[in-house]
């Protein structure tokens, strides 16, 4: 049951940064989607499907070993995205 709720945070997070990038420039959308997948995603959703492989496989080892695959790949997938946005050059309008 512990896994839904690293689910609906993650998915709440997502909804939110949706909400919040809704209609903004490129610039901003990356920043936002960048710093939701740091804070708000990957930590949740990591040890959701961590807590879920465990349970499939009935080990529980397998929450921290997936844990540790999964939060570093989706943290700097999340970091990129927010230099990206940070880094990125404003639209010129004609």
């Known amino acids: 049951m512990a896994f ?3 689910y609906g945070i993650a998915l ?3 909804l939110v940064a949706y909400q919040l990038s ?3 420039s490129n ?3 990356y920043m936002v989607w960048g710093v ?3 804070l708000a ?3 949740f959703l990591s040890f959701a499907i961590g807590l879920t492989y465990a349970s499939i496989v009935e080990n529980g080892w397998a929450i ?3 844990i540790l695959i999964l939060f570093p790949i989706i943290f700097i997938i ?3 995205m927010l230099l990206i946005g940070i880094f990125k050059k404003k639209e010129q309008t004609i």
């Open 78 to 80: 999340g970091l990129i």
């Open 64 to 66: 921290p070993g997936t």
């Open 4 to 6: 839904a709720v690293g």
């Open 22 to 24: 809704a209609g903004k």
């Open 27 to 29: 610039k901003r959308k």
């Open 12 to 14: 709440i997070g997502a």
């Open 36 to 38: 939701a997948l740091m």
């Open 41 to 43: 995603i990957s930590p």
